[in-house]
Structure formats: C-alpha cells, structure tokens
C-alpha cells in the first residue's frame, strides 16, 4: 500500500480546512450574530422587530459580564447592572446611570466587542413593567461606520434582511435608529430609506 493515494483522505483534509476557515469568520458581523444554539430562531419580520423598541441605551462602560465565558455560555437572559446612558432621540444621551436589564447573553460579546474596538453598543428595549427593562436587540455602529446586530442569530434574522432592504441606505439609516421610539416612528425611518 505504500505510495498508493488514499482517494477520501486529501478530500477530507480539504473540507476540514474549508470548515475551519469558515469559523474563524473576520466579519463581525457574521461573527457576533452567528446561530449558537445550532439553528435560528423565530422572530417577528424584521422591521416589525425593530419597530417594537420602546426605550433606547447607550452602554458607557465595559463590565466584567461582557467577558465571562460561564456567564456567555449559559445562552440564556439574565439580569445585569450595566452603565448607560438614555437616549431620546436628541443628538446628546442623558447621564449614564446604573440600569438594571434582563438581557440575552449572546449580546454580551458583541457590546464588548464594540466598546474594545472604539465602536458603540446602543440597546433598544422593552418595557414589560416599572421593575424589568428587557434588551430586545443591541445595534452596533462600528467604528468603521458599519452598522449590524449582535448575538444569536441575529446576523439572519436581523442583520442580513435589513442590509438586503436598505441596501446602501443601510449604515445611513441604522445611525437614525437608536432614541426612536414607537411603531411610527420607526416605521417611517426604515420605510423612507428602502432600496426600492
């Protein structure tokens, strides 16, 4: 058998090589909304999503939470401390406080990610009572002046539809989200700038 090519192993190679590649993706897009939990999941359309932000963050400060692997590997929300900043749709943010928010750990590497690499983590919430302030979805501006969506999922759920609708509207548009608040408002923000 010796100097006989085994036919499945140089292919083999190659596909592992290939699989490999496609894992380390650079895009932090791709990187930071990749599906964890081995699937997608189901959300409503996309800029019916969007368009369900009630109250809107900016998170100042890094917290030892955005790196904890016991923590980001739980997959789960849980309740953090976080430092942040309201936003109203003024062009400055409020002070930055202490908010208390039922956030998804998936998010977490991607807030992380953007305050290390002098980009902005904005969090659109919802409201559920006067105790819990729950993170819908963190949009973050990098600071190449991209625009995408962080944690599970969200890089085909959110990211990859609305870059397909705004087309090159999109990093324009996605800077005018954060502080708006309300299905009209929203609506009327993503629907002005459509590629149609």
């Not at 998170?59 to 790196?67: M, R």
């Not at 002070?95 to 590497?109: D, E, G, M, R």
């Not at 983590?121 to 969506?149: C, E, M, R």
């Not at 759920?157 to 509207?169: N, Q, S, V």
Request: with cysteine; hydrophobic share 40%.
């Amino acid at each position: 058998m010796t100097g006989k090519r085994r036919p499945g192993l140089v292919g083999g190679i190659i596909l592992i090589a290939l699989l490999a590649s496609s894992c380390s993706n650079s895009d932090p897009a791709v990187r930071l909304g990749a599906c964890t939990t081995g699937g997608s999941i189901d959300i409503a359309p996309p800029l019916t999503y969007l368009a369900s932000a009630e109250r809107w963050l900016e998170v100042v400060a890094p917290s030892k939470d955005f790196t904890d692997p016991t923590l980001i590997a739980r997959n789960t929300t849980v309740t953090l401390t976080i430092q942040a900043a309201m936003l109203d749709g003024s062009p400055t943010p409020g002070p930055a406080t202490k908010q208390f928010l039922a956030i998804h750990t998936s998010f977490l590497p991607g807030i992380n990610w953007a305050l290390s690499s002098g980009g902005h983590a904005f969090l659109a919430l919802t409201v559920k009572n006067l105790d819990t302030q729950t993170v819908l979805y963190v949009l973050i501006p990098a600071s190449d002046g991209t625009h995408f969506f962080a944690g599970n999922c969200e890089y085909s759920t959110l990211t990859k539809p609305i870059r397909a609708l705004l087309g090159a509207h999109t990093d324009q548009t996605l800077d005018k989200l954060p502080g708006i608040v309300g299905t009209e408002q929203i609506d009327a923000l993503l629907a002005g700038e459509t590629d149609t």
